[in-house]
């Protein structure tokens, strides 16, 4: 059973929502928030959410203050946006201010059912709205100098459907090579997954807005 937590500001498209996800038997709703303070309100009085789906453009304090709130005070509890916005900047910034996955508004609810789920048990959430949106965004200029210029676009390309034999193709190198790169950005970043590897990417602002 996963916990989860409903924020927005519209009244029937919240109440929507949760009458979507209790047709779930895997879901359970905790609360239900009109904004992030009210987030911050109930969550003193009630069990914590394993997830919370997150609108962006809310009163009072919107998505991005919320979602950076719960990242700093309660990092176990995961962040889904769900919102109508699908622009490069706010996909990107909802991410770096720690939402795991960013789904639409009009999406169906199997597809919130599986976003939830993947990230709950895995703590992000990459679909190809996400991915697209990173793959024009990755900035070699933020990169700092603990990545050479190949490790930056390697990161690139980890934020695409390429497979790692792909990405070898298309930077000219052996896959071996590709190994390398990936296993040298795993060991400075202490991380273990390519999904790992892009929501550093992002959190970090290795990227560009």
Known sequence: MI?????????LFRNGVAALMKDFDELNIVFEAGNGEQLQQIMKQKPLPDVVLMDINMPVMDGYAATTWLRKNHPDVKVLALSMYEDDKSVIKMIQCGAGGYVLKQ???????TAIKTIFEKGVFINELVSGKL???VSNQQAGPWFSKNEVEFLKLCCSELTYKE???KMFVSPRTIDNYRESLFAKLGLKSRTGLV???????IIEL
Do not use: C, F
């Open 3 to 11: 916990n989860i937590a409903i924020v927005d500001d519209h009244t």
């Open 107 to 113: 999406s169906g609810p199997v597809e919130v059912l």
């Open 135 to 137: 793959i024009r965004s």
């Open 167 to 169: 990405m070898a193709e």
């Open 199 to 205: 929501l550093y990417a992002i959190q970090n602002k």
